[in-house]
């Protein structure tokens, strides 16, 4: 029997666009680390909705089984992430962390890294995930601990497939600690979903506790 960790792979999606520097956030305040992780409460904070009730363009986005790929399609742009904090679990050799997702607010230009010295990127993905690197080849477990390549591109390129299981979805309001990490609208619906990850070739988990998603209009 194969024990279940969860994963929960929340997309947070906002229609609004905004200029945005790096995100800059006091990391080393404890009270400001509890409240990002307090985020992943995702039932004492969201509200369930169905798949039906989902607005245009979110259906799309979040029924995808690897967000990047969508974020990629429908923005037509590459992504890179910023970790805001990471946690590995020797004991079960799990490694958690809470991401931004960025892009180039210029499609032409395409370029994260030049994008963030003009201020001029969008944070497109708040996640919080688990990932279990017991079922995960090494050279994608460096590529997660060394580099700014969202997980979802690096288990595409590399042909890792994965089925999407557990899935539900949500929205929660834009509140203070949100928007300090994302610059969403205060008090605007950011919908999401919740799902859990398995490999397709063993049925079991690459992933297990949470991610957020929010996604601005083009």
């Not at 906002?14 to 404890?30: C, E, G, N």
């Not at 591109?153 to 949500?170: A, E, G, P, W």
Request: proline share 3%; net charge positive.
């Amino acid at each position: 029997m194969i024990k279940k960790r969860y994963f929960f792979y929340l997309i947070m999606i906002i229609v609004h666009v905004s200029h945005t520097a790096t995100i800059a956030v006091d990391l080393q305040s404890k009270i400001m680390l509890q409240k990002i992780k307090s985020l992943a409460n995702i039932d004492k904070i969201a509200i369930r909705v169905n798949q039906s009730m989902l607005p245009i363009p979110y259906r799309y986005l979040l029924t995808q089984p690897l967000m990047t790929k969508g974020v990629e399609e429908y923005y037509q742009r590459t992504p890179v992430i910023q970790t805001i904090y990471a946690r590995k679990n020797k004991r079960n050799n799990t490694y958690s962390r809470s991401i931004i997702m960025l892009l180039d607010y210029n499609k032409v230009r395409n370029d994260v890294r030049l994008a963030q010295k003009k201020s001029e990127i969008m944070v497109v993905v708040l996640a919080f995930i688990t990932i279990n690197f017991n079922e995960l080849p090494n050279k994608i477990i460096a590529d997660v601990l060394n580099t700014n390549i969202p997980l979802g591109q690096l288990l595409f390129t590399n042909h890792v497939k994965i089925l999407s299981t557990d899935r539900s979805y949500f929205y929660v309001r834009c509140n203070k600690v949100i928007f300090l990490l994302t610059h969403c609208n205060q008090d605007n619906k950011l919908y999401g979903r919740t799902h859990t990850l398995i490999r397709a070739d063993n049925n079991r988990c690459d992933m297990g506790p949470h991610v957020w998603n929010k996604i601005k209009e083009k």
